[in-house]
């Protein structure tokens, strides 16, 4: 007979093998992190589908805008001026890039991509991770990798923005064993996943509708921070504020914002629940599904 443990690991590769996930972000589709990151999901038994903008459209929020032929080549001359508004890897049709702006690039991936090579909607899309950190309400309002995790969520389907910063603006034909941006790189996608795991290990309903998260890292080190094993993940809020009484979690009910968190020695990543729509923190009810969601992942700061 099979002992439960072996069982239980059966069980959690079919869930994930069986979990569509679409993979998003604003660098671009052929910078190194997402191409990182989708390959970790992939390796993690997940059905991944990548679509993501041409070009880099760091800091363009929530834009939208109709997909034009490119007029220009895509990021890193991946694909050449006169290429059509949507287009895909001609090895891969699963990587597919769009001439517009993250909300639009995750819009056509559950729109036309998903029924396509899924059949249905995601479960699930992944937001980045950002080359940089999105913290703090300003950031967090520019920023496409977390426009694109909204724009999926009212779209019906849940989602995360994830960011690190310490990662560098390069192709993923760049990235060599070792070198410290495949380190870093890694690293990040690693999260990623052990993250994902958590928040869809318990079945759906994943999140509520028209709820988003952000959640950020920080700088990976060879010395601190080196592994996946070194971090522990953090429930914040985005703006933190002493007149409201969030979810009771690790003796107080007043969570600490996500910049303090990052900024704290050590390896923390900040996880802020938002509202897709305001991209604000939400109320202390729905901080507390998640929280649930994530028993025995989230952590507590050092007193």
């Known amino acids: 007979m099979l002992s439960i443990a072996v069982v239980l690991l059966y069980t959690g590769l079919a869930l994930a093998h069986s979990t569509k996930i679409l993979l998003t972000n604003d660098d671009g589709w052929a910078v190194a992190m997402i191409r990182t990151q989708n390959t970790a999901l992939l390796n993690a038994g997940y059905d991944v589908v990548l679509s993501s903008p041409a070009q880099d459209e760091s800091g363009t929020g929530s834009s939208t805008a109709t997909p034009t032929v490119l007029n220009v080549t895509c990021e890193f001359d991946t694909c050449p001026i006169g290429a059509p508004p949507e287009g895909f890897n001609a090895s891969d049709p ?34 980045g991770p950002n080359v940089g950190d999105n913290l703090g309400t300003s950031t967090v309002d520019e920023s496409g990798t977390v426009g694109a995790a909204c724009a999926a969520s009212l779209l019906g389907v849940p989602s ?21 941006d495949t380190i870093n790189a890694e690293v990040a996608a690693a999260l990623t996943v052990e993250f994902v795991d ?18 950020n890292y920080p700088t990976p080190s060879l010395t601190s921070c080196a592994s996946p094993s070194d971090f522990s993940f953090i429930l914040t809020r985005i703006a933190p504020n002493a007149n409201v009484t969030d979810v009771e979690t690790c003796g ?18 900040s996880v802020s629940v938002m509202n897709a729509t305001t991209k604000a923190d939400v109320d202390a009810a729905t901080q507390a599904f998640v929280l649930r969601r994530l028993t025995g992942f989230l952590s507590c700061l050092p007193s």
């Open 94 to 127: 699963r990587l597919n890039y769009v001439n517009s702006f993250p909300v639009n690039a995750v819009s056509y991936g559950i729109q036309t991509l998903a029924p396509k090579f899924f059949r249905r909607s995601p479960d699930f899309v992944v937001s």
């Open 160 to 180: 995360t923005a994830f960011s690190a910063s310490g990662l560098s603006h390069v192709s993923y034909t760049d990235l060599a064993n070792n070198d410290t």
């Open 198 to 215: 958590a928040l869809l290990a318990h079945g759906k309903p994943y999140l509520p509708h028209g709820i988003s998260i952000n959640v």
């Open 252 to 269: 107080t009910d007043h969570l600490p914002g996500e910049v303090e968190v990052v900024a704290t020695p050590g390896c923390f990543a």
